[in-house]
């Protein structure tokens, strides 16, 4: 859905254009004031890419012959609350017309949240999912209520797998053993947080490495380099 609607402002896709402008309005909130600002400018077609993503995602859920009534439900259900949340995280963006630092009117439209800051907000909604069950031809969860006022909350019905401990049937690494390189303080806050979050400790090591170095371009036609040694930190989670 977002790269539909990124490629669509972009004049990249046939039969797409800018969101109207009478769905602007209907979309503008009512405690919004609108004395010295007015819609305008070319708004992301958000309904455009969320038609397509339904049309595409939603029909393979009866493409593939998906016979599975349980799964089905679970797939929709989460497809829809992906496509809100795109929706949700789309940001008023102004230009200020007049003279010099004036902004005596503004032109706004509506645009995309960078695609980052929509990937945390469904982080977020992953961390939260509720577990539930089919019951009947429709989903409940643990307390036998139906999920279909829970439109922003994602769901699942089977635990995921844990991925700090080595497991050889799901084909998981595990994290004991695991080795991070650390070339600045942020990598070292991200390798910690990856051991201490599995239950483990970092051990920090200095190794040095072998590196090609003062490469020469020899005529003709060869690159020649000289062989360097290069220490480097190494993080790697222990017991």
């Not at 643990?142 to 994602?154: D, G, R, S």
């Not at 080795?179 to 947080?193: I, L, M, P």
């Not at 072998?210 to 040694?229: A, H, L, P």
Request: some cysteine.
């Amino acid at each position: 859905m977002y790269s539909v609607i990124v490629n669509c402002s972009l004049g990249h896709l046939e039969n797409c254009r800018c969101q109207p402008k009478n769905r602007q309005k209907v979309r503008s909130k009512p405690s919004e004031k609108t004395g010295n600002w007015h819609w305008g400018g070319c708004s992301d077609n958000v309904a455009f890419g969320d038609l397509v993503a339904r049309h595409f995602v939603d029909a393979l859920e009866g493409k593939r012959g998906n016979t599975n009534d349980e799964r089905r439900m679970f797939n929709l259900h989460n497809n829809k609350v992906g496509r809100k949340i795109v929706k949700a995280t789309t940001k008023k963006v102004c230009k200020c017309h007049g003279s010099s630092s004036s902004c005596t009117m503004k032109t706004c439209m509506k645009k995309l949240e960078t695609f980052n800051k929509v990937g945390q907000v469904l982080y977020e909604k992953y961390t939260t999912a509720i577990r539930v069950i089919y019951h009947n031809g429709s989903l409940r969860d643990e307390a036998n209520k139906t999920v279909t006022k829970k439109k922003t909350k994602l769901i699942y019905y089977t635990p995921s797998p844990d991925y700090c401990h080595a497991n050889r049937t799901l084909k998981i690494a595990g994290v004991e053993g695991r080795v991070c390189e650390a070339a600045t303080n942020s990598d070292f806050k991200k390798c910690r947080k990856l051991c201490e979050d599995c239950g483990l400790k970092m051990k920090l090591q200095a190794v040095t490495r072998k590196v090609k170095c003062n490469c020469k371009f020899v005529w003709c036609c060869f690159v020649k380099c000289d062989e360097c040694k290069k220490q480097v930190f190494t993080a790697t989670c222990v017991r």
